[in-house]
C-alpha cells in the first residue's frame, strides 16, 4: 500500500510514543498556566462514597486503609486526600493504616497536606493517627476481626495504640464507623470485602477508591458489599467536585466552622483539592488519541485485507 | 520425613483458619496464628533482601554480562540499609527525646527519607507511568475488528473511552431528556452497572469455586505442588 | 548493531539531549530559575527525666528543618532580608534534580534501551529491597518480636511505651521466630531444605483462610447479589414503559451471569440450548474486557500524567497550578526580581 496507509502501516511505534507525549503534556500545559479545570458530573458511585461519609454522626471515628504506593499515587493520591479532608470537615476522628510497606509515607504525605495545613487544631493521637505499615495482608485483616491494637500494637510513631484516646473505645474493626479505603491492588478493596466486611455480617459499612484497573472488577460488589464506589481519576474528580460544591455552598459554611474549619467560607478552592479534577484534561487528550489510533489501526486493516482479497482474486 | 510434617502443619493450620470464625473458643488460636503469619511475612522482606544480594554477588563475582549493573544494585542496597536501619540523619522523637532509637526512619530530614522521595518515588511512578505508551501503541498496532466480538469490544471500549471523560459531555450532552440515557456518560455508566457487572460477577464466582477446590485439595493433602521438586500430587 | 542503524540512532539520542539541554538552558536563564527547595529552621527544645542529673531532668535540643514552597522564602526575604530562618535547601534542591534525571532516564527507555535506563534499574531493584526489608524491621519485626521476646531491651532503647506482652504472646512469637529463622535458611542450600515447614504454614493459613472468605464473600454474597427482582414495577404499573426500563438492568445482569457461567462450564458441550446461552455469555465478555480496557487506559494515563506533571512543576517551574511559586499575584515563572 502506497501513501498515508503505507506510512501508518509502517509507522515506528516511537512516533505513537511522541504522540501520547504530547497528548498528555499539552493539556497539562494548558491548564497549568491557566489554572482551570473541566466540569463534573458525578455519577452515583461517588456520590454514594460522599454520602456515606456525610450520614455518619459528628464524630465518628473512622478507619482509612490507604493501601497503595508512589507507583499508583497518581490516580489515588487525590482520592486519599478527599477523604481525609471530607472526614476533617465532618469532624470525624480519622485512623489511618496501611498494609502496603510504602503506604505509611503516602499517609503522612496526606497527613501534612491536609490535616496540617488546613486544621491545626485537630491532635495527632486525639483527633487522627498513623499506625503505619503492617505485613501480613489478609492475614492482618483477620487478626482486626477480633482484636485491632493487636495488630497495630504502635503508630508509626512509636505509641503505643493501648493508650490512645481515639483508639479508647476500639475494640475490633467493626467498631469503626465506616471504613474507607484506597485501593491499588493486592491486598486492597477485594480482600478487605473478602476478609472482613463479609465477616462482618454487613455491620462495617465500607466505601473504596481503587485504580482503573480494579475498578470493573469491584463493580459487582457494589452496592451491596462496597457502599460506594471511586473508579480510577475520573471516580477521584468527581468527588473532589462533591466536596468543593458541598464547601462553597454558604448553608455550609456554619456546620464546618463548629469542625473547626474555616473553608467554609472560603471563596475559591485551595489549588491542591483540584488535583484529580487538573489530571482530567490530560485524560481526555489521551483517550482522543486512543480513539483516533484505533481507528486509523483498523483503516489500515481494512484495506490490508482488501488489498489482500484483490491479490488473491 | 520433612515432607510428612510439611503436610501436617499445612493441615494443622489450614483447619485452626477454617474452624476458628464458626468456635468463639477458637476466635484466639485463630488470631494468633495469623499473627505468627504476620511476622513471618516481615521476616520474608530480609529473605528477599539476602535472595538479592545472593544473586547478584555470585553475578559480580563470576563477572556475568552486566555484572556492573549488579553492583551498583548491591551498592544502593547496602547505602539503602544502612542508611534505614541506622536512622541516619533521623531527629530525636519529640514524645520519646531521651530514647535513643525512638525517631522515625523517615522523619523530614533523614537520608531514608531524601531517598524515597528523590530515588524511589520517581524511578517507581515513573515505571508504571511507561505502561501509557505502550498501551497507546498496542491499541494502534493489535486492536483489530476482525469479527462480531472484537467489534462488540471495540466499540464498549469507545464508549468507556470518550463518556469517562469531557468529550462524551461535549458529543452528547445536547441529546433530549427522553433519549439521555444514550449519553456517552449515561451509557457508560450503564455498561458497567449492568454488562461489566454480570461478566465479572460470573468470573468472581468461577474462582471462588476454583480457590476453594484448590484450597481444599491443599488441605487434604492431595495437592502438593507447593512443596517444590518431588511434590506433586498424592 | 550495524553501522547503518547506530547513526541514525546516535543522532537521535544528541538531538534529544541538546533538546533537554535547551529547555533547562532556558529555564535557568529565564525568571527565577528551577528546580530548588527551602526549608524552614525549627527549634525543638524537650525536657525529658534524667535520674542522673541533681534536677531529675535534663533538655534535650535539636533543630529540624520543614520543607516550605519558594513563595514562602521569598515572602520571608521580603519582610527580613538578612533571615536565615528559611533558607535554600541543598539536599532537596540536588535531590530535585537527580529525581528529574532518573525520571528521564526511564522514559529514556522508550526510544531503545540504554545505559541510563539499565543503571536507573539496577538502582531500584537494590533500593526497593533494602527499603522493603528496613520497613519490615521497623514496623513490624521490632514492635512484634522484640516487643515480645526482648522487651525489656526494646522499651530501653527503642519503643518506650510498648505494652508488656502475655505469656501467650510470647509463646506466638518464638514459633513466629523459629518459624522466620527457618524460612531464611532457604539461602543456605545445605540445610535450605527445612524452609519447606515455613512454607507449610503459609499455605496452609492462606488455604484455610481463602475457604471461608471466598466462600462467604464471592460465592454466597454474589450470588445473593444476583437475585434481584425481575420486575420493578414503578408507580404500580406492571405492564407500563416505565417498569419495562426499570426492570430492563435486573433482568440483563440475572441473564448475564447465568449465561457467563455457561460459557466456563466446560463439562457439557456447548451445543444446542447451552451453546447459545455460553454464545451470550461470550457478547457479556467482550463488553466486560473492552470496559476494562478503557478503565486500564484511564488508570495508565493518570500515572503518566502525574510524572509529567512533576517534571513541568517541580522541576523546570514551567507551569505552578499550586501556587507555590506566586509572590503577590507575580509568578516565579516570569520573575519576581527576588533575590535566590
Not at chain 1, 126 to 140: H, I, M, P, R, T
Not at chain 2, 25 to 37: C, H, L, P
Not at chain 3, 177 to 203: E, K
Request: charged share 15%; glycine share 10%.
Amino acid at each position: 500500500m502506497e501513501g498515508v496507509l503505507g506510512i501508518l502501516e509502517r509507522l515506528d511505534r516511537r512516533w505513537v510514543f511522541l504522540a501520547m507525549a504530547l497528548a498528555v503534556a499539552g493539556p497539562i500545559l494548558v491548564m497549568g498556566i491557566t489554572r482551570k479545570t473541566l466540569p463534573e458530573t458525578p455519577t452515583d458511585a461517588s456520590r454514594a462514597v460522599f454520602q456515606a461519609v456525610q450520614s455518619l454522626p459528628r464524630g465518628s471515628t473512622v478507619l482509612l486503609s490507604f493501601d497503595f504506593d508512589p507507583g499508583s499515587a497518581g490516580e489515588l493520591e487525590p482520592m486519599g486526600v478527599s477523604m481525609a479532608r471530607q472526614c476533617a470537615l465532618r469532624g470525624h476522628k480519622m485512623v489511618f493504616i496501611s498494609l502496603w510497606p510504602l503506604g505509611g509515607q503516602m499517609i503522612d504525605q496526606t497527613i501534612k497536606k491536609v490535616l496540617r495545613a488546613d486544621f491545626p487544631q485537630l491532635q495527632d493521637g486525639v483527633d487522627y493517627v498513623n499506625l503505619g505499615f503492617q505485613a501480613g495482608n489478609e492475614q492482618v485483616m483477620r487478626v482486626v476481626l477480633t482484636d485491632f491494637k493487636r495488630a497495630f500494637p504502635t503508630t508509626k510513631s512509636g505509641r503505643a495504640t493501648a493508650d490512645l484516646p481515639i483508639l479508647s473505645g476500639i475494640q475490633r474493626v467493626g467498631d469503626f464507623a465506616l471504613l474507607a479505603e484506597v485501593s491499588a491492588g493486592y491486598p486492597g478493596s477485594k480482600e478487605w470485602v473478602q476478609y472482613v466486611v463479609s465477616a462482618s455480617g454487613g455491620k462495617l459499612p465500607m466505601v473504596s477508591g481503587c485504580t482503573g484497573v480494579q475498578t470493573p472488577q469491584l463493580y459487582p460488589y457494589f452496592p451491596g458489599q462496597i457502599r460506594g464506589l471511586l473508579g480510577a481519576i475520573k471516580g477521584a474528580a468527581e468527588y473532589e467536585s462533591l466536596i468543593n460544591t458541598w464547601v462553597l455552598d454558604p448553608a455550609s459554611a456554619a456546620e464546618m466552622a463548629s469542625a473547626g474549619a474555616d473553608s467554609g467560607v472560603a471563596a475559591a478552592i485551595p489549588p491542591k483539592y483540584l488535583e484529580a479534577q487538573r489530571r482530567m484534561g490530560p485524560q481526555l487528550g489521551a483517550h482522543l488519541l486512543m480513539v483516533v489510533l484505533i481507528l486509523l489501526g483498523n483503516v489500515v486493516y481494512l484495506a490490508q485485507r482488501r488489498s489482500q482479497r484483490r491479490a488473491a482474486a | 520425613m520433612m515432607r510428612i510434617v510439611a503436610l501436617a502443619i499445612a493441615s494443622v493450620a489450614g483447619l485452626v483458619m477454617l474452624l476458628s470464625p464458626f468456635f468463639p473458643a477458637m476466635e484466639s488460636v485463630g488470631a494468633q496464628s495469623s499473627e505468627i503469619f504476620n511476622v513471618i511475612a516481615a521476616i520474608a522482606f530480609i529473605l528477599g533482601a539476602g535472595s538479592l544480594v545472593k544473586v547478584n554477588l555470585s553475578r559480580v563475582g563470576r563477572r556475568d554480562t552486566g555484572w556492573g549493573y549488579a553492583l551498583v544494585t548491591l551498592l544502593c542496597f547496602a547505602i539503602t540499609l544502612v542508611v534505614g536501619l541506622g536512622k541516619i540523619g533521623v531527629p530525636p522523637n519529640p514524645q520519646f527525646a531521651a530514647t535513643p532509637w525512638a525517631g522515625e526512619k523517615d522523619a523530614a530530614g533523614s537520608a531514608f527519607a531524601w531517598i524515597y522521595e528523590f530515588i524511589l518515588t520517581p524511578i517507581t511512578s515513573t515505571m508504571f507511568a511507561l505502561l501509557a505508551f505502550y498501551v497507546a501503541s498496542a491499541a494502534f498496532r493489535a486492536f483489530r475488528a476482525k469479527n462480531r466480538e472484537a467489534i462488540l469490544l471495540l466499540g464498549t471500549a469507545f464508549i468507556v473511552l470518550l463518556g469517562r471523560t469531557f468529550a462524551g459531555v461535549w458529543l452528547t450532552g445536547g441529546f433530549p431528556e427522553w433519549a439521555s440515557g444514550l449519553r456517552l456518560e449515561n451509557l457508560s455508566m450503564f455498561i458497567m452497572q449492568v454488562f461489566n457487572t454480570a461478566g465479572n460477577r460470573a468470573i468472581i464466582i468461577g474462582i471462588a469455586l476454583g480457590v476453594t477446590a484448590t484450597s481444599l485439595r491443599i488441605l487434604l493433602g492431595i495437592d502438593r505442588s507447593w512443596m517444590g521438586a518431588g511434590g506433586g500430587s498424592a | 548493531m550495524s553501522n547503518e542503524h547506530r547513526s541514525p540512532a546516535i543522532v537521535v539520542w544528541v538531538m534529544i539531549v541538546l533538546a533537554v539541554a535547551a529547555v533547562v538552558g532556558l529555564r535557568i536563564g529565564l525568571g527565577d530559575g528551577m528546580a530548588r527547595a527551602y526549608a524552614e529552621r525549627v527549634e525543638m527544645r524537650v525536657t525529658v527525666k534524667d535520674v542522673a542529673t541533681p534536677s531529675g531532668e535534663r533538655v534535650v535540643e535539636w533543630v529540624e528543618w520543614r520543607s516550605v514552597s519558594p513563595a514562602d522564602f521569598s515572602r520571608a526575604v521580603r519582610e527580613s532580608p538578612s533571615q536565615d530562618r528559611v533558607q535554600l535547601n541543598h539536599a532537596n534542591s540536588v535531590g530535585l534534580w537527580v529525581a528529574a534525571l532518573l525520571t528521564l532516564a526511564i522514559f529514556s527507555f522508550l526510544y531503545r534501551d540504554n545505559t541510563a535506563y539499565r543503571l536507573a534499574e539496577a538502582i531500584i531493584i537494590g533500593v526497593s529491597a533494602a527499603y522493603w526489608g528496613v520497613i519490615g524491621v521497623w514496623d513490624s519485626i521490632v514492635p512484634k518480636l522484640g516487643g515480645a521476646l526482648a522487651h525489656r531491651w526494646t522499651t530501653e532503647y527503642i519503643l518506650p511505651n510498648l505494652p508488656a506482652p502475655t505469656t501467650q504472646s510470647q509463646i506466638g512469637m518464638g514459633v513466629a521466630l523459629v518459624l522466620g529463622i527457618l524460612l531464611v535458611l532457604r539461602l543456605v542450600p545445605a540445610v535450605g531444605g527445612i524452609s519447606v515447614w515455613t512454607m507449610a504454614f503459609i499455605v496452609g493459613i492462606t488455604a484455610g483462610a481463602k475457604i471461608v472468605s471466598h466462600v462467604e464473600s464471592d460465592l454466597l454474597a454474589q450470588t445473593v447479589a444476583t437475585m434481584q427482582p425481575l420486575v420493578q414495577p414503578v408507580d404500580g404499573g406492571v405492564w407500563t414503559v416505565a417498569t419495562l426500563w426499570a426492570s430492563l438492568p435486573n433482568v440483563l445482569v440475572v441473564i448475564g451471569v447465568l449465561c457467563c457461567l455457561t460459557y466456563f462450564f466446560f463439562s457439557v458441550e456447548h451445543k444446542g440450548i447451552v451453546g447459545g446461552a455460553a454464545r451470550i455469555g461470550i457478547m457479556y465478555l467482550m463488553i466486560t474486557f473492552g470496559a476494562a480496557f478503557g478503565f486500564t487506559v484511564m488508570g495508565r494515563v493518570a500515572l503518566l500524567s502525574q510524572r509529567v506533571e512533576f517534571l513541568l512543576d517541580d522541576w523546570l517551574w514551567l507551569i505552578d497550578p499550586l501556587e507555590r511559586r506566586l509572590v503577590d499575584g507575580v509568578s516565579m515563572i516570569v520573575g519576581t526580581g527576588g533575590v535566590w
